[in-house]
């Protein structure tokens, strides 16, 4: 016992030796029922060498970040462009109120839409937060996973080939190609 839980090491073994216990013939029930515990013996083996292998400093220090870097850069061009749409209301907003009858009126309307629908950015932050949240988790249960298995690496990451990094969408700020790496890059081919 370790944890709580059972070594399927020793699970496999006490099941062997009840088996090779049994006097007389085994029946067909009894073979099938040591079969089936055996493979799902070898099953658990199977999937603790492989959480054993994983590699949780590359989910750590790789792929976490990534995915919170990524999340962040969406909350930031989110709250600038929810800023732009509302900067542009206010001016529309303000010329409307130069304008009488009808079209007043319909432009109030809009813009009074438009400041309804910018809430949707209080509400991705909200759900941006919960994935942050659920990722943290996740590398928790990953690395508390690899420890109770005995694993884990502490090899630095692996360079992301440039062929995959450039085929990852947009990039994050500070990040991207400036115009000048651009126009250097198109002058050589002159």
Same mark, same amino acid.
């Given at each position: 016992? %370790?944890?709580?839980?059972?070594?399927? @090491?020793?699970?496999?073994?006490?099941?062997?030796?009840?088996?090779?216990?049994?006097?007389?013939? #085994?029946?067909?029930?009894? *073979?099938?029922?040591?079969?089936?515990?055996?493979?799902?013996?070898?099953?658990?083996?199977?999937?603790?060498?492989?959480?054993?292998? *994983?590699?949780?400093?590359?989910? %750590?220090?790789?792929?976490?970040?990534?995915?919170?870097?990524?999340?962040?850069?969406?909350?930031?061009?989110?709250?600038?462009?929810?800023?732009?749409? #509302?900067?542009?209301?206010? !001016?529309?907003? @303000?010329?409307?109120?130069? =304008?009488?009858?009808?079209? %007043?009126?319909?432009?109030?309307?809009?813009?009074? %839409? $438009?400041?309804?629908?910018?809430? &949707?950015?209080? $509400?991705?932050?909200?759900?941006?937060?919960?994935?942050?949240?659920? #990722?943290?988790?996740?590398?928790?249960?990953?690395?508390? *996973?690899?420890?109770?298995?005995?694993?884990?690496?502490? @090899?630095?990451?692996?360079?992301?080939?440039?062929?995959? !990094?450039?085929?990852?969408?947009?990039? *994050?700020?500070?990040?991207?190609?400036?115009?000048?790496?651009?126009?250097?890059? =198109?002058?050589? &081919?002159?």
């Amino acid at each position: 016992m %370790r944890g709580g839980t059972v070594d399927p @090491a020793m699970v496999a073994t006490v099941v062997r030796e009840i088996m090779a216990s049994l006097e007389g013939d #085994l029946s067909a029930a009894d *073979l099938k029922l040591y079969r089936e515990v055996e493979a799902l013996a070898d099953y658990i083996r199977n999937a603790r060498r492989e959480i054993a292998d *994983l590699d949780t400093d590359e989910i %750590r220090r790789r792929h976490i970040p990534a995915a919170t870097d990524e999340l962040d850069a969406i909350v930031a061009a989110t709250e600038e462009a929810t800023g732009t749409i #509302l900067d542009s209301a206010e !001016r529309i907003e @303000a010329v409307a109120g130069e =304008l009488e009858g009808a079209a %007043r009126d319909a432009l109030a309307e809009a813009v009074t %839409r $438009i400041y309804e629908a910018c809430n &949707f950015q209080d $509400i991705t932050g909200q759900r941006i937060s919960k994935i942050v949240k659920t #990722l943290q988790h996740i590398e928790q249960t990953v690395d508390g *996973l690899v420890t109770a298995y005995g694993g884990g690496s502490e @090899a630095a990451p692996k360079p992301q080939a440039e062929e995959t !990094r450039l085929i990852n969408g947009p990039a *994050l700020p500070g990040e991207a190609t400036t115009q000048a790496e651009i126009d250097a890059l =198109l002058a050589s &081919f002159d």
